[in-house]
């Protein structure tokens, strides 16, 4: 059976067939990304319309937010997996509809035990590795928080057993589906790094090239590895057998015949994995102009760093201000706070973060003047002084960063009006581009989020490597309340440009009259204390740029930044799901369980 819908797209009216009940076995052809979607009883938006139709489906089911959120997950780790699945870690921020209370679980890849602050020194030469280097290698890869995190998330707020919420991903595995041109190109892009490695080869470059569009790709090892977690539960991986054959693909890398690399192994042992856990934390929180923005504190720096950004710029009001002049102090804002994240931020567990002093209104207005209206300030800025918000005063030294990468963001309500917002990564597209042989899924290179060298001149940096430690992350799964009730759940990938996107989304759509599906899909602009802007060739062609110029703004076009994903919740119980556009990095999949 097919169900015929139609939904909204950017200002046009499209109708959309989705998938119905599949063939037993049958891969069938993706339908359609969707940007946007309108309705009620629960909603989805992710990067492919196989996980967003998974979660619809559990949400059909009766299942909770949580429950939907682990079956998007999980059928990401089988439609999505360069960016997406078991290898990796992230952030999951829920708000729960019965106690109106928003919790978050970080669940970051950490640093195992046995390594530390010299783990990316090389001994030959008392230098840091090339970062090239780290990327391809076991020593960047951090124990995974994935699944830790969907079975926290459950234990707390889930209705089904977590083998009942990984039974879609099983079957989309099992039969494959059918490739698209961005799951082709990304293959492509990766193919270097996959090739090193014979289990990445063997399972993502059939015949030696990428799978064309069009064709159907299966990952029976997922599926099995999927249908054992749900058996033994998530101690098959935390210490049982998916975790030993983790461990010893991360000591012996599976290096292909023809490999041209001779990476470095990792130290990780399955003690490591034995004592993982997410971690319940207390999100982020900042009133910008009444809106309750809720996000994720550290190990993460997007919670803070957007609510200081929110904070610098509640100083102003940018809707009566010229579009130049509003875009003009969201640059200068971001710049400010990245001095700060670069200074301050790290995971809080091991350096003494100021959290509340980096959020506090006295400390913004210590930074809001720092805005000069006629002229952007010189990167790298100095960071401020928290602990003694006084005047304008800043201190010494500071640095730009510029990581940059793949990652997901997805968001998933239920007709409760329990609503997730969920970033999680492998770091890079393709992480190490080690897969784990026999297992289905790729691992992560999160570690190479750590600085590998002092970054802060005199003063410590709080984002060096020790054991234990999870590496500084911009992921920024944010959910707004007005009046106590959701109003927006936002987030997206693009490593530290993630801060400014949601940033940007939230200026957007708070002061500058866009609805969300506009604010999404707007051009960008990411100033992260750098000489120039990074921005997408759309935001550089718009008319205020000569006057942004004018002002000694100057931008670098980057190509596309971010990939957002969000919910609005309207008034009668009804939501509007927004994703991207197509033309922004191939869009995301909107749809919603009623269009009534
Ligand atoms: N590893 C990055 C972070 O945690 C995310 C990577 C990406 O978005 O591409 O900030």
């Excluded at 002002?551 to 609005?568: C, Y």
């Amino acid at each position: 059976m097919r169900t015929v819908r139609s939904v909204l797209t950017v200002g046009v009216v499209t109708t959309l067939v989705l998938t119905g009940a599949a063939a037993p076995g049958q891969a069938q052809p993706q339908p359609p990304k969707q940007a946007v979607a309108v309705g009620s009883g629960g909603a989805v938006v992710s990067n492919t319309p196989e996980s967003t139709q998974a979660g619809i489906d559990v949400l059909r089911r009766g299942g909770t937010a949580a429950d939907a959120a682990v079956a998007v997950a999980a059928t990401l780790g089988v439609t999505d997996p360069y960016v997406a699945g078991l290898g990796g870690g992230g952030y999951f921020v829920y708000y729960d509809a019965h106690t109106k209370k928003i919790s978050t679980i970080d669940g970051r890849e950490a640093t195992p035990a046995a390594d530390g602050p010299k783990m990316f020194i090389d001994p030959a030469t008392g230098q840091p590795y090339p970062f090239e280097t780290a990327v391809e290698s076991g020593r960047s890869v951090g124990v995974p928080g994935m699944l830790a995190t969907w079975q926290r998330a459950l234990d707390k707020w889930g209705r089904f057993s977590l083998a009942d919420n990984l039974r879609p991903a099983e079957q989309v595995a099992d039969r494959g589906f059918v490739v698209d041109p961005a799951f082709s190109n990304q293959t492509t892009e990766e193919a270097a790094k996959l090739g090193q490695f014979s289990s990445s080869a063997k399972l993502f470059l059939p015949g030696g090239k990428a799978p064309a569009a069009g064709s159907v790709f299966r990952n029976p090892d997922l599926a099995a590895t999927y249908r054992q977690i749900g058996r033994e539960g998530i101690g098959a991986f935390y210490g049982g057998p998916v975790g030993r054959d983790l461990v010893n693909t991360v000591q012996h890398l599976p290096l292909a015949k023809n490999a041209t690399i001779t990476p470095i192994p990792g130290p990780m042992q399955l003690s490591d994995l034995r004592a993982y856990r997410a971690l319940d934390a207390a999100p982020t929180h900042v009133n910008y102009r009444g809106y309750d923005v809720y996000s994720m504190a550290p190990s993460s720096s997007g919670g803070i760093t957007v609510g200081e950004s929110l904070n610098i710029l509640q100083n102003f009001d940018l809707g009566k201000m010229s579009t130049v002049q509003a875009l003009h102090h969201y640059l200068e804002a971001s710049r400010l706070a990245f001095a700060d994240r670069n200074r301050y931020i790290g995971d809080a567990r091991y350096v003494d973060v100021p959290q509340q002093q980096l959020l506090s209104r006295s400390f913004a207005a210590t930074r809001a003047c720092k805005i000069d209206p006629a002229r952007a300030g010189q990167s790298p800025v100095a960071p401020g002084d928290p602990y003694h918000p006084q005047g304008c005063k800043t201190v010494p030294a500071a640095s730009a960063d510029g990581n940059e990468n793949h990652t997901n963001h997805f968001v998933v309500t239920d007709k409760q009006g329990n609503v997730v917002s969920y970033t999680n990564t492998i770091e890079q597209q393709a992480g190490s581009g080690i897969t784990v042989p026999g297992r289905g899924f790729v691992l992560n290179n999160e570690l190479t989020d750590f600085n590998f060298a002092p970054t802060q001149g005199t003063a410590p940096d709080p984002n060096l490597p020790a054991a234990g430690k999870r590496p500084r992350s911009s992921m920024s799964p944010s959910i707004v309340l007005r009046d106590g009730k959701p109003f927006l759940a936002v987030g997206s990938p693009g490593g530290a440009t993630i801060i400014t996107t949601v940033l940007q989304i939230l200026v957007n759509r708070i002061d500058l009259g866009m609805s969300l599906p506009q604010a999404i899909a707007a051009p960008r602009a990411s100033q992260r204390n750098a000489a120039t802007t990074d921005a997408e060739a759309a935001f550089i062609a718009q008319p205020t740029t000569a006057g942004l110029e004018a002002l000694g703004q100057s931008f670098t076009d980057v190509g596309d930044i971010g990939v957002a994903a969000g919910l609005e919740f309207l008034p009668h119980g009804r939501v509007l799901a927004a994703g991207e556009p197509a033309r922004r990095d191939g869009g995301t999949s909107a749809a919603v369980v009623s269009r009534r």
